[in-house]
């Protein structure tokens, strides 16, 4: 287990990375408390790329008629302004 001060630490920040990912515990102590930096591995089924969101987009907004829109009441489906010629 490797023992730093917090400026070290920043200083080896990547170095740091590189024994956790290696199974070494590291400690960085900052005013008197103890951060114990370890790696957890990912399991394989979480480390691929989640499925698509949208199982089914509406024709208009892919035609660029309709948006989304933020307001107070969350997301609402707005016509898109027309552009003046």
Known sequence: ????????????????????????????????IRFLVTAEPVDAGKAAMPPDPFTYVDPAVMSGNWTWTAG??????AARPRKRR
């Open 72 to 77: 107070p009441k969350g997301l609402t489906f």
């Open 1 to 32: 287990m490797k023992n730093l001060k917090v400026a070290e630490a920043r200083a080896r920040f990547g170095e740091i990375l590189d024994e956790a990912e290696r199974g070494v515990p590291v400690v960085i102590e900052r005013r008197g």
